[in-house]
């Protein structure tokens, strides 16, 4: 039973993320078919599909009553985005970082953060019994998501001239295919993630929302560290800061705010922790743009990175 059970949950991260890129290969091949602009694809297929994984696990988490897996594992992939991808990344190669990216960019991922604390903590800020990411909250999270895209739409016009993006030629029932098989294998994998992260948590006596701030939000963040580790290898700054900071944003306004729009999600007291080192990990992202080279991540900051990131995984399943 228990071999069975982890079988399923190591695949289920495999299968989550193939289905991923199967979707959004299929996606994109049928929207560049339709004319669609290469922009356009990049800015909604593309971008959409990275946090597809998240977004699935959230979901039948949330819709099977596990919400300390639903919180946790997006609270643990900005944390994995920031520390552990762009550690990463930057020690492969030192990370330059545009003046919007700093002054824009990278703030709204932590005011993203900061609002999630607002609408989270019902029972410490209004004193009442319990606190819950309502329906109501996931409208709010979506209109600033809404926001988030109408501004990166913006950005999109004044880079036309370098915004060509390459996609898979394939043929258009291919890409039907790979689009309804790419859906299915993110509900299995989805499914099996859950299930296998909740009898992790209680065959180890552990929160399940521990489970999701590590383990699942590691494996749902495979698809960004091996996007911006490429990328690094490739001198293609851009390509890391930006599928980082985006992702952030993306899994609070957009994953969140569909998660709790579908079904509520409640927030527990002891996220609070986790929320307020991801504010504080976000806050140093921003910092670290002053330090040193002006507005360069180096490789020592990577370094730092990459310990903290360790050492708050070991303080997770010490505090458990």
Same mark, same amino acid.
């Given at each position: 039973m228990?071999?069975?059970? +982890?079988?399923?949950?190591v ?7 193939k289905?991923?890129? !199967?979707?959004?290969?299929?996606a994109s ?5 339709l004319? &669609? ?9 593309v $971008?959409?599909g990275? $946090? ?5 696990v ?27 991808v762009?550690?990463?990344?930057a020690i492969i $190669?030192?990370?330059?970082i545009?003046?919007k990216?700093?002054?824009?960019e990278?703030? +709204? ?6 609002? +999630?604390?607002?609408?989270g ?5 209004y004193?009442?019994?319990? #606190?819950?990411l ?18 990166? %739409?913006t950005?999109?016009k ?6 060509h993006?390459?996609t898979?030629?394939?043929r258009t029932?291919?890409a ?7 859906s &299915?294998a ?6 099996w ?5 909740v009898y ?7 929160r399940? $929302? &521990?489970?999701?701030? /590590? ?8 698809p960004?560290?091996a /996007?911006c580790?490429?990328?690094? %290898?490739?001198?293609k700054?851009?390509? #890391? ?8 944003? %993306?899994?609070? !306004?957009? &994953?969140?705010?569909? #998660?709790? !729009? ?5 927030f527990q007291?002891?996220?609070?922790s ?7 990990v #976000?806050?140093l ?13 180096h490789?020592?900051e ?5 310990f ?8 997770? !399943?010490i505090r458990?």
């Amino acid at each position: 039973m228990i071999d069975s059970v +982890l079988i399923l949950f190591v695949l289920g991260f495999v299968v989550l993320i193939k289905g991923a890129d !199967f979707l959004t290969d299929g996606a994109s091949s049928i929207a560049e078919k339709l004319k &669609v602009s290469d922009i356009a694809i990049g800015l909604t297929v593309v $971008s959409f599909g990275t $946090s597809l994984p998240e977004l699935m696990v959230n979901i039948i988490a949330s819709h099977q009553g596990n919400s300390g897996i639903a919180i946790g594992n997006i609270l643990g992939s900005n944390i994995a985005n920031i520390l552990l991808v762009l550690g990463v990344s930057a020690i492969i $190669s030192p990370i330059i970082i545009r003046k919007k990216t700093v002054w824009v960019e990278i703030p +709204l991922s932590l005011l993203a953060v900061l609002i +999630l604390g607002v609408l989270g903590n019902d029972a410490l800020l209004y004193g009442v019994r319990s #606190s819950v990411l309502t329906k109501s909250d996931g409208m709010v999270l979506l209109f600033f998501f809404a926001v988030f895209m109408v501004y990166i %739409f913006t950005i999109a016009k004044e880079n036309r001239e370098n915004g060509h993006l390459e996609t898979k030629q394939i043929r258009t029932w291919s890409a039907v295919f790979m689009i309804l098989g790419g859906s &299915v294998a993110l509900f299995l994998g989805g499914k099996w993630v859950v299930d296998g992260a909740v009898y992790l948590a209680r065959a180890l006596g552990m929160r399940e $929302s &521990v489970i999701g701030l /590590t383990v699942v939000a590691l494996g749902t963040s495979l698809p960004e560290l091996a /996007t911006c580790a490429v990328a690094s %290898f490739k001198n293609k700054s851009d390509i #890391s800061i930006g599928n980082v900071v985006g992702s952030n944003i %993306f899994n609070i !306004f957009w &994953v969140l705010g569909c #998660s709790s !729009f579908i079904r509520p999600i409640p927030f527990q007291k002891g996220v609070n922790s986790d929320l307020v080192f991801t504010m504080l990990v #976000s806050l140093l992202l921003f910092l670290m743009m002053f330090i040193g080279k002006n507005k360069v991540l180096h490789r020592w900051e990577g370094i730092m990175f990459l310990f903290l990131y360790c050492s708050y995984m070991i303080f997770a !399943f010490i505090r458990c």
